[in-house]
């Protein structure tokens, strides 16, 4: 059970991932948060630190499904303005749901696929109930958030101290 609190990879953003990293632990696919993962929450510009993760992705044929539990309103457009035709929006993170979905999408094992977000209790457990590769990422910006989310944060803080002090799995 705490087990599915700890991320099997957690790196400080979305830059430091690159597709034959993915490729060499056997990844296929990812499924990609949106909120303070690629960008703050509910800003509808991608930056080129977005667009250049998508096109290493891309060039090595890695495939792409947002996943967010936000609504079809913010998740579209903002899947629009990056190109990525896969997506899921009302996810219910940490339910299993989006990230099935996904793979049905995609045609990717969830074992293949890496999920890749900025929280513990949505992204991080949801990715390994699962049962993906899941990478957490330093939030962008913990301003852009909301009163629930600034809770969650509160309960995520003993487990980032021992994911920084190296003492998880
Ligand atoms: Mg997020």
Known sequence: ???NFYPDLYVENISSITASMLSKMGMEAVVLD???TLV??????PTAEVTAF???MRAGGIKICVVSNNRYERVKPFCDA???EYFVHDALKPRAYGYEKAGEI???EREKTAAIGDQIFTDVWGGNRAGCFTIMVKPIDVKSENIFIKFKRLLEKPFIKRLRNGDVK
């Open 1 to 3: 059970m705490m087990k």
């Open 34 to 36: 949106v909120d303070n």
């Open 40 to 45: 703050p929450h509910n800003d509808p510009n």
């Open 54 to 56: 998508l096109e290493n």
């Open 82 to 84: 990056i190109g990525v």
């Open 106 to 108: 995609m045609g990717v």
